[in-house]
């Protein structure tokens, strides 16, 4: 499962993409199983409020996280809000994504997404 946010489309263009289980984090929304984030970057390398709330509720389920930003922010904010939550959850920063990214991002999650929740089943 990968919960996600978006605010002007482009984690959600993705997403349609993967073609994986999903779910959009709506206020209130909590997970009780194992999942993968999805976030893009708020104001200057911000986690977008409503990722962290959610994290507050259901974080110790998140098994890492994928980062959206935008690289003309430059390397110190690009995609900030991706370290942040790695940092502050102790989970792996999966992938770093230029806007929408390109083919290769796009299979990088999936084989973490598969990886990931193949070692979920074997325990
Ligand atoms: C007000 C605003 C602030 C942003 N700040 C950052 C930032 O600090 N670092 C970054 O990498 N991207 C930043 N972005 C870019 C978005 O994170 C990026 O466009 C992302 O792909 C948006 O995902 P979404 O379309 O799913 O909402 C910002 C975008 C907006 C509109």
């Not at 779910?23 to 970057?41: C, D, K, M, N, Q």
Request: aromatic residues 12%; glycine residues 10%.
């Amino acid at each position: 499962m990968i919960a996600y946010a978006s605010r002007t489309g482009n984690v959600r263009f993705i997403i349609s993409r993967l073609q994986l289980p999903a779910v959009e984090i709506e206020e209130g929304r909590t997970i009780g199983e194992p999942f993968l984030l999805f976030t893009y970057t708020d104001n200057l390398g911000e986690i977008p409020p409503r990722v962290k709330a959610f994290m507050a509720g259901s974080g110790t389920y998140c098994r890492g996280v994928i980062v959206s930003g935008n690289s003309n922010f430059g390397h110190r904010l690009f995609g900030a809000a991706g370290d942040a939550i790695a940092r502050q959850w102790q989970i792996p920063l999966v992938r770093k994504i230029d806007m929408r990214g390109f083919a290769d991002d796009y299979e990088a999650i999936r084989s973490y997404y598969e990886q990931c929740f193949r070692k979920e089943l074997v325990g």
